[in-house]
């Protein structure tokens, strides 16, 4: 039986990415995501939620990542869900699950332009190749 593990999320940036290096030299940024959910009750009142999500990116991705994404920015995210654990300085397991991503298009427009979603020259794709996805995804917490 096959399995699946994909996320797909469009949202605003909660914070600038921060951009590490692991110790053999690979590039990985974190970033946070805001992503709202909106319904109408029984009683027709709208209601509206915000859900906050931890990402990462690795390799190119990591650097274009780094160089175009600032805070507030909306963005279309793929990727997918990764745990990780430690023990705290208590002896506690702590577990924390974040998104990696694969996958970004810029969806907020071009200061001046009404035309459609930015278009930045620089890159053409921003999909992580296979070379640049992490050996062992628990190097989370040796990026210095």
């Not at 692991?22 to 709208?46: C, M, P, Y």
Request: proline share 6%; hydrophobic share 35%; glycine share 6%.
């Amino acid at each position: 039986m096959r399995s699946v593990n994909k996320v797909i999320l469009v949202g605003n940036l909660t914070r600038d990415p921060e951009l590490k290096q692991t110790a053999s030299g690979q590039s990985i940024v974190t970033f946070g995501l805001a992503t709202n959910r909106e319904w109408v009750t029984g009683d027709q009142e709208k209601k509206s939620l915000a859900e906050y999500h931890n990402l990462a990116a690795w390799g190119p991705l990591a650097e274009i990542c780094d160089k175009y994404l600032k805070k507030g920015k909306l963005v279309y995210i793929e990727g997918y869900l990764k745990t990780r654990s430690w023990e705290n300085p208590e002896g506690i397991k702590i577990f924390k699950t974040e998104i990696v991503a694969t996958d970004m298009i810029m969806l907020d427009k071009r200061p001046n332009d009404n035309e459609g979603p930015a278009n930045f020259d620089d890159y053409s794709e921003t999909q992580m190749p296979p070379s640049s996805q992490p050996e062992n995804d628990n190097v989370f917490d040796r990026a210095a």
